[in-house]
């Protein structure tokens, strides 16, 4: 089963988000999954619509850090319910090396 059309199974990562709170959780967990999306599809802009939300989703295809997670940089700019917004998201893939070093990390702590 695959939950993203023409993705291969047996990838995983982390998202970080930077989102506005006026957002509620519903909001942001759409607007997250078309971030992975555009990334699992190597996509540069994805277009969203939802219904209390309408916008555009940039892959940078610039990597940033955040502690010792690297990721690549999402902006996503908004037209909502709650006014304009940005967001921010930063998609990380964890496969072969990457996801041992982030087990041992876990299982020392």
């Not at 996509?43 to 955040?66: A, F, Q, S």
């Amino acid at each position: 089963m695959s939950w993203f059309p023409g993705v291969t199974m047996g990838r995983w990562g982390i998202i970080f988000q930077i989102t506005d709170s006026r957002l509620t959780e519903e909001e942001r967990f759409e607007i997250t999954t078309e971030a992975v999306i555009a990334y699992l599809c190597d996509e540069h802009i994805r277009r969203i619509k939802g219904e209390t939300y309408e916008g555009m989703i940039e892959n940078t295809r610039k990597y940033d850090v955040i502690g010792c997670f690297g990721g690549y940089r999402f902006e996503v700019d908004l037209d909502t319910n709650h006014g304009s917004q940005r967001l921010r998201f930063m998609v990380t893939e964890l496969t072969g090396i990457e996801e041992r070093l982030v087990n041992e990390q876990v299982s020392q702590n």
